[in-house]
C-alpha cells in the first residue's frame, strides 16, 4: 500500500483520539426523548431479557460495535481487539471501509477477524461512492467473503468526501446505480450514513431496493467533516459546514415512517444503554456505538468488555424502570 494512504489511515486514528470530532452545536435529539418510570414496575431486573436476532445471528444484546477503521497495522490491531472484545460478550461487529483491502491485497490482514471471533455478527463496509467509479456487486461479495464477513454495508458519505482533496463528489445517478448493484448481489447489504444521518426523503428513495437494514448514523456524535478538517488542515476550517447534519432521533423517526419494513440500526452519539433504550424505542432494532470503544481498544480487550457490559447494564436497568420484561426490536412502543 502506498505510505500516503497508510499515513491517511493513521491519521484518522490519530485525529479521534486526539482531537475533538463531535458535534460542537447539534445533539442527538435523544436528551428530549422521554422515558417512561414506573415505581411498581411489576418486573425482576435480574429477568430481563436482551437477546435479540439480527440479520441471522443471535445477539446478547441490540447492540453493534460501529465501523472505526482498518488498512493499517495500529488498525489492524485495534479491530482484533474489539473483534475478541465482540465475541467474548456476544455482540456484533462492523468493520471500516475495506476499499484499502482491496486495492491493497497486503492490508488484508488489518480486517480479517474471523479468526479470534468466529461467532459474531460481522458486517464489512463500502462506500457507496465506489460504485459510481466502478465497483460493481462482484466487489461487494469479494469484500464480504475476504473477511468471512454476514452483511455489507455500503456507507454514504458526501460531506466526508467534499472536505477531502479530492473526494468522491459525483453522486448524480447514484440511486439507479445502487438499484443495479444490488440486484446481483449475492450478500445481504445495508445502507448507512457516517455521522451525518439519513433522512425520511432518502430512506423512502431507498425503500424498494433490496436492502437487509439502514443504519441511520445521525448528527450529535462524530462529525467526519470535522475529522476530514483536522486530518487534512490540522485544524477546523469550516465548523458551520461540520455541523450539517440531521440528529439521531429525527433520522430515526423520518426513516420509522418512511420505510416501515426495514429494520433500523440507531447510531450516531449513542453513549449510554439510556440513549439505546430511547433509540429502540423510536424503531430501532439494534444500536452502534464507535467511537468511545477507540480509546479502549489501545487498552486491551478487557477495557472494551467492560464498556460493553456497562452498556448492557444501563439498558437492562432503563427497561427495568420501564416495567419491559426484554427488547423488542424495531417497536415504537416498549
Sequence with gaps: M??????????????????????????????????????LPEVNLDDIDLSITFLG??????????????????AGSINRTLARAAQETGIGFMLGSQRVMLEHPEVRPSFQVRDVAPDILLVGNLGAGQLMKGYSAAEIDRAAGLVGADALALHLNPLQEAMQPGGDT???????????????????????????????????????LPLAALDVAGAGGTSWARVENWVHHGEVRWPDLCELGLPTATALRECREAAPHLPLIASGGIRSGLDMA?????????????????PLALEGVQS????????????????FTAGAESVRPGRPDL
Design 170 to 208: 459525483h453522486y448524480r445517478g447514484a440511486l439507479a446505480r445502487l438499484a443495479e448493484v444490488l440486484a446481483r448481489c449475492r450478500t445481504p447489504v445495508l445502507v448507512k450514513e457516517v455521522g451525518h444521518g439519513i433522512s425520511g426523503a432518502v430512506a423512502r428513495d431507498l425503500s424498494p
Design 57 to 74: 445471528k443471535r445477539l446478547s444484546a441490540p447492540l453493534l460495535i460501529g465501523a472505526m477503521t482498518g488498512g493499517a497495522q495500529m
Design 304 to 319: 472494551v468488555i467492560t464498556h460493553i457490559e456497562r452498556l448492557k447494564w444501563e439498558l437492562q436497568v432503563a427497561l
Design 278 to 294: 430511547k433509540a429502540l424505542s423510536l424503531g430501532a432494532s439494534v444500536c452502534a456505538v464507535a467511537l468511545p470503544f477507540l
Design 2 to 39: 502506498s505510505g500516503e494512504l497508510a499515513e491517511r489511515k493513521m491519521r484518522h486514528i490519530e485525529a479521534c483520539l486526539t482531537r475533538d470530532v463531535q458535534f460542537q452545536t447539534v445533539t442527538t435529539g435523544l436528551e428530549r426523548v422521554p422515558w417512561p418510570y414506573r415505581a
